[in-house]
């Protein structure tokens, strides 16, 4: 698994924690449009249920990203867990600058002249 999947996994475990019954219903109530009616009721009935059933439906579906997250964000300033919001945003924030990509250098980058 890549680092930055893995680290985004292990925010999410955090943030699904961290959130109330109460938060698991209202956030579910804004999920039904992406993740299935019976992976919301199991977990919005149930605080034991793990989040990342709805974790993996939203990555598998492409709604969050390593690198974009700003779906759960809306979401979750919805729902007034700003606690979270701030977290997330962190962890945006760190990942944009760790690991930066590199763009492969080819045979003209060679011969650019670049003047002072």
Avoid: A, C, H
């Avoid at 939203?58 to 919001?85: A, Q």
């Avoid at 962890?91 to 670049?114: C, G, M, Q």
């Amino acid at each position: 698994m890549d680092p930055k999947d893995l680290k985004l996994r292990t925010l999410l475990i955090d943030i699904g924690d961290k959130l109330s019954n109460n938060d698991r219903v209202m956030l579910g109530f804004l999920l039904t449009d992406d993740v299935p009616r019976r992976d919301l009721d199991s977990v919005t009935r149930d605080s034991r249920t793990s989040m990342n059933i709805i974790w993996d439906t939203l990555i598998e579906r492409g709604k969050i990203t390593p690198d974009n997250i700003d779906y759960l964000i809306i979401r979750l300033e919805k729902i007034r867990r700003m606690d979270l919001v701030r977290q997330l945003k962190q962890y945006s924030l760190t990942s944009k600058f760790e690991n930066p990509v590199e763009k492969p250098r080819t045979s003209s980058d060679l011969f650019t002249r670049i003047d002072p």
